[in-house]
């Protein structure tokens, strides 16, 4: 069965450095999205993206934040220059459709030093 | 704006028991309505879902009915076992907005 999948499981990064962290959503899926995890905190949405081009934000996804699909396969989210509060759980999803069932990844955890 | 409220807990329960994880939602329009599970260690996983009013969601036991007079969504399931021990996430929309999580912890 297909699936989204993210690299790394684990970043450490330090304060200021900039991180890409990596997606590859399901092959005939459209649209890609990314949630994250503060821990021990609700899931919350970032950005969703659809024909190259951003579709829908949060406030959460300022200037320090990025998406971009570099080819036909990745999906990234970049921190320009990350903060301790950026410490979180994120989450990649894709759907076929807008409003159809999103699959998420398993994660990457983000910990800024 | 869009919004789900649901029982935060933590819900401990015995093997066999009965399970209700109450949801309500605030939305404009009809939107569809999730329940996520997360394991502990791992990511989210679709439990269930319905997309309008009256359908009812059903996996693994579990089962939620869209409830449009009463803006809810609340998940049950007739008999837990232990490795229903999880978080819980209801969650609505073309770009999920989640309630806060219910921890379910189910003790043999």
């Known amino acids: 069965e297909p699936e989204v999948t993210q690299t790394p499981s684990h970043q450490v990064t330090q304060m200021g450095q900039e991180v890409i962290l990596r997606c590859v959503p399901i092959?005939?899926?459209?649209?890609f999205y990314w949630y994250r995890q503060i821990l021990g905190q609700k899931v919350e949405f970032l950005v969703s993206?659809?024909?190259?081009?951003?579709?829908?934000k949060s406030e959460i996804f300022d200037d320090q934040f990025s998406v971009e699909r570099p080819d036909g396969s990745n999906f990234t989210l970049k921190i320009r220059s990350t903060k301790l509060e950026d410490s979180a759980m994120y989450f990649c999803?894709?759907?076929?459709?807008?409003?159809?069932?999103?699959?998420f990844g398993p994660g990457t955890r983000l910990t800024v030093l | 704006g869009d919004s789900v409220t649901q029982m935060e807990g933590p819900v401990t329960l015995s093997e066999e028991a009965f399970l209700t994880i109450n949801c309500t939602y605030t939305?404009?329009?009809?939107?569809?309505l999730f329940w996520y599970v997360q394991y502990p260690g791992e990511g989210l996983q679709l439990l269930l879902k319905?997309?309008?009013?009256?359908d009812k969601g059903s996996n693994k036991g579990f089962e939620a009915t869209y409830r449009k007079e009463t803006t809810s969504f609340h998940l049950e399931k007739g008999s837990v076992q232990v490795s229903d021990s999880a978080v819980y996430f209801c969650?609505?929309?073309?770009?999920?907005?989640f309630g806060k999580g219910t921890k379910l912890t189910v003790n043999p």
């Open positions: 999803a894709s759907s076929v459709g807008q409003g159809d069932t999103q699959y």
């Open positions: 092959s005939n899926h459209l649209y």
């Open positions: 993206f659809y024909n190259n081009e951003i579709s829908e």
């Open positions: 939305a404009t329009g009809y939107p569809s």
């Open positions: 319905a997309t309008k009013a009256d």
């Open positions: 969650a609505l929309h073309k770009k999920l907005v």
